[in-house]
């Protein structure tokens, strides 16, 4: 996209962490702001500090794992600002646990839900008007490089990733056959300064009660917080986003150092050697 001066982004997530960035970003370069998240208080705060800074905003509190409400954003974005031209299917929350482990199913299904089924959900809902309209589009799905070379405990997370990079280049090479104007773009980060390692704050009370009682702040989830907490800042990977679409550019991998796993990976699959720790993406 070359011109995003009174087009319409929607985001969700969009209250906190990248989704908020990606607002800001895409409000900075002219666009009217279709926000969309499941934690009311931080939306309003979002909304606040969008509508202060002078953007158009629009503002749903939403669940992506349910379908008839992602119908129902779709209807009130172009109710309120017509065409839909940036879509960031970036709602996601971040959970784990052995696969070992027959207690935590619940819990698998709600990460799954809201990491692969709201992204899903998002393109199905929005795509249609997109390549209709016929305008400049853009799709960006909300990955990991946990997308790209699995981490151990992390067996919901990877799994939703993986498809979301699945998805992505499906879509990617479907636009591309149909000759639409819709460029799409993966997001792959690693550790981003977000409060993704706290995301069981937005759990719902009927798949928190399926889990065993657990001390609160294990070691390993201290690690996690800790290496959340050290991550890089939403505003470059919002640029990043940023400068994807308006060069129509698919991988958006923020982490230069993370690479290598993605490497060794492609190299032990080519190689046929056994999964182990050293293709790794932290």
């Not at 939306?43 to 629009?58: F, H, K, M, Q």
């Not at 698998?108 to 709201?118: F, K, M, P, V, Y």
Request: glycine share 10%; hydrophobic share 45%.
């Amino acid at each position: 996209m070359d011109d995003f001066s009174g087009k319409t982004a929607v985001i969700t997530g969009a209250a906190s962490g990248i989704g908020l960035e990606l607002a800001k970003q895409f409000g900075a370069a002219g666009m009217n702001l279709v926000l969309a998240d499941v934690e009311r208080p931080a939306l309003d705060r979002a909304v606040t500090e969008l509508s202060e800074a002078g953007y158009p905003v629009l503002a749903r509190e939403i669940d992506v794992r349910e379908h008839d409400q992602i119908i129902d954003l779709d209807r009130a974005a172009r109710d309120r600002f017509g065409n839909i031209h940036v879509l960031c299917n970036n709602a996601g929350v971040g959970a784990g646990g052995p696969v070992a482990d027959p207690d935590n199913l619940e819990a698998w299904r709600w990460t799954i839900d809201i990491n692969l089924w709201g992204v899903i959900y998002g393109c199905k809902v929005f795509l249609p008007a997109m390549i209709e309209h016929g305008e400049q589009c853009h799709i960006v799905n909300t990955a990991s490089m946990a997308g790209l070379a699995s981490a151990p405990m992390m067996g919901p997370y990877n799994i939703s990733k993986y498809g979301v990079v699945a998805l992505s280049e499906t879509l990617s090479k479907e636009m591309q056959m149909m000759q639409t104007a819709v460029g799409v773009s993966v997001l792959c980060p690693a550790f981003v300064a977000t409060g993704i390692a706290t995301s069981d704050r937005n759990m719902p009370d009927d798949v928190r009660a399926t889990l065993p009682e657990r001390p609160a702040a294990s070691g390993m989830q201290t690690q996690i917080e800790a290496m959340v907490a050290g991550g890089i800042s939403t505003e470059v990977v919002g640029q990043h986003v940023l400068d994807a679409v308006r060069n129509d550019r698919f991988w958006i991998l923020t982490h230069d150092e993370a690479k290598a796993g993605v490497i060794t990976r492609a190299d032990d699959i080519v190689n046929g050697v056994n999964p182990s720790m050293r293709a790794g993406f932290a």
